[in-house]
């Protein structure tokens, strides 16, 4: 099927692609990228098996969307999954586990096993972080903008510091639950908890990190963000009591807004909505904010000049019985596909 012969308002089409799109990743404006990947997480796992999720339900979703009218016509495409990242991460899953336990059950951090094990885990995460960096490069260099389908919050950090790279400076619009500052967490290098404590150390052409939603974290992220001049947090109860006190969400959206750059990188952890949004979600957390509120701030970017050259969706966890993650999930995604459409200069073209 090609364009000519697809029908938009037709029943969407099971060819394996997101949306049902008939573009291929070479003459799309935007490619994205699936990481089939949860090592790392710490509670509730699963979210490995969302890009397959997210293709299935994307399908039943009508393209007109008001956020970017036309916009899926620039084209968006689904890179091929490397399903190698899935089994390896089903391998070192298993060892992250026993690390999980070990330590909550009291035991020392440097246990000979442990330390072995540990080292499996960071070893094959850098892999996958690397795994994902070509994969982006490679797409970035022909003029595409790119999107990653998680996988945990780990996945991005391949896709962000390829971005970084290409723009030379940008900020991150961060939605999500938690702060992910912490160091190591775990043990683990690249640990979900620890995607943007890694950015802010690795990669300095991210001026700004603007976290929104988040409203569970320990005492040194607080500290990190009230003294990192980098990090601005709007966090969900800051965000509610300025609403209870008569600050509409447009106000407070121009005040997010305000804080970013020109070139913005959109990370969206679902568990940053409200939980009925994600139910099954890794780490849920009570509080956050709407689905209806999340694609005003990402209008408000979109409206103010800003260029989205960059995004991901991660910590989507499908649940077979339950399928309203996927459903959100893939709603999600495809604003974030159509507004990096209509703020990019590939979109455009």
């Known amino acids: 099927m090609d364009l000519k012969t697809f029908n938009p308002n037709g029943v969407g089409v099971d060819n394996g692609a997101y949306y049902g799109l008939p573009f291929t990743p070479e003459e799309a404006a935007l490619v994205l990228v699936s990481a089939p990947w949860d090592v790392t997480v710490s509670y509730g796992a699963g979210t490995a ?3 397959d999720a997210l293709i299935e339900a994307s399908t039943q979703l009508d393209l007109y969307d008001a956020s970017a009218p036309g916009a899926w016509l620039g084209g968006i495409a ?11 991460s089903r391998k070192l899953r298993a060892d992250a586990e026993r690390v999980i336990e070990h330590l909550e059950e009291g035991g020392a951090p440097d246990d000979e096993r442990i330390e072995r094990r540990l080292r499996r885990i960071n070893e094959g995460c850098a892999a996958m972080n690397d795994n994902i960096y070509r994969q982006a490069r490679q797409w970035l260099s022909q003029g595409k903008v790119v999107g990653l389908v998680g996988g945990d919050h780990s996945t991005p950090y391949g896709l962000i510091r390829a971005v970084a790279e290409k723009e030379g400076s940008l900020g991150i619009l961060h939605i999500d639950a938690h702060c992910d500052l912490r160091e190591a967490y775990e043990g683990f290098e690249f640990s979900h908890a620890s995607i943007m404590f890694n950015v802010l150390r690795d990669l300095p052409q991210v001026s700004k990190l603007v976290q929104v939603g988040v409203r569970d974290y320990c005492d040194a992220e607080a500290e990190r963000a009230a003294s990192d001049g980098r990090i601005a947090m709007f966090d969900s109860r800051s965000l509610a009591r300025a609403g209870f006190a008569g600050t509409t969400w447009a106000e407070s959206c121009r005040r997010i807004v305000d804080e970013l750059p020109e070139v913005v990188y959109i990370s969206f952890d679902i568990d940053g909505l409200t939980i009925e949004h994600c139910p099954h979600t890794g780490t849920p957390v009570p509080g956050g904010i709407t689905f209806e509120q999340v694609v005003y701030l990402m209008e408000c970017v979109a409206d103010s000049g800003r260029r989205i050259a960059g995004f991901d969706l991660v910590e989507v966890v499908p649940c077979p019985e339950d399928k309203i993650d996927a459903v959100v999930g893939a709603r ?16 455009r073209g």
């Open 49 to 51: 098996l969302a890009p």
């Open 78 to 88: 689904t890179a091929d999954i490397d399903y190698s990242l899935q089994e390896e």
């Open 332 to 347: 999600v995604l495809y604003k974030l596909c159509g507004l990096a459409l209509r703020t990019s200069s590939a979109g």
